[in-house]
């Protein structure tokens, strides 16, 4: 498991709860200027991965 997310940022996996919040923030109506974009959630791997440039 350690392996899996040693090149994560946060160092952990995401839980359920934490993907839920931001679908719920997406739901709300204080989202409405909100339009198509993408989140991306990871905990940072893309971030701290060998596949992003620099």
């Known amino acids: 498991m350690a392996v899996l997310v040693a090149d994560t ?4 996996f995401g839980m ?3 993907v839920a919040a931001l679908a719920l923030m997406l739901a709300l109506d204080d989202a409405t200027y ?3 974009t993408e989140l991306t ?3 940072g791997l893309l971030l ?3 596949a992003s440039p620099g």
Do not use: C, Q
């Open 41 to 43: 959630i990871d905990g």
């Open 16 to 18: 359920p709860d934490e």
């Open 48 to 50: 701290a991965s060998a």
């Open 34 to 36: 909100i339009t198509g």
């Open 9 to 12: 940022s946060l160092k952990r």
